[in-house]
C-alpha cells in the first residue's frame, strides 16, 4: 500500500505565496507521473500541474506563470509553489501519483492524498 501525505495549505492574503508538498511511503518500486488537483466548493476537480517522472510539466490556462510544480524522485516528493495567488485560488489542493509497486509482479496504481486547504483571503 501506498500513502500520499500533502502538507503546506493555510491562509494567505491575496498576492501571497505559500508551498504545498506531498510525500509518497509504503510500497514504492517508483514514482512515475505526479500531479496536483484542486476542488473548490461547487465545481468539479480540475488539473493545476503535472509533472513526468523525467521532468517535463505542464499547467493549467489559469495558474501559468504563477505555480511551479517540482519533485524530488529520492524522496518521492512533489511540490507545488503558489505565487501571485488570487482569491479563485482557494480550493482543497489533492496530491495525485501513479506509483509502481512489486508484490511477486509489478503493477501500476494510482493513488491520491487526503487534500489540504488553501485559502487566499484578505
Known amino acids: 500500500q501506498v500513502q500520499l501525505v500533502e502538507s503546506g495549505g493555510g491562509l494567505v492574503q491575496p498576492g501571497g505565496s505559500l508551498r504545498l508538498s506531498c510525500a509518497a511511503s509504503g510500497s514504492i518500486f517508483s514514482a512515475n507521473a505526479m500531479a496536483w488537483y484542486r476542488q473548490a466548493p461547487g465545481k468539479q476537480r480540475e488539473l493545476v500541474a503535472h509533472?513526468?517522472?523525467?521532468?517535463?510539466?505542464n499547467y493549467a490556462d489559469s495558474v501559468k506563470g504563477r505555480f511551479t510544480i517540482s519533485r524530488d524522485n529520492a524522496k518521492n516528493t512533489v511540490y507545488l509553489q503558489m505565487s501571485s495567488l488570487k482569491p479563485e485560488d482557494t480550493a482543497v489542493y489533492y496530491c495525485n501519483a501513479e506509483v509502481k509497486s512489486y508484490s511477486g509482479y509489478f503493477y501500476l496504481r494510482d493513488y491520491w492524498g487526503q487534500g489540504t486547504q488553501v485559502t487566499v483571503s484578505s
Open positions: 509533472i513526468t517522472s523525467g521532468g517535463s510539466t
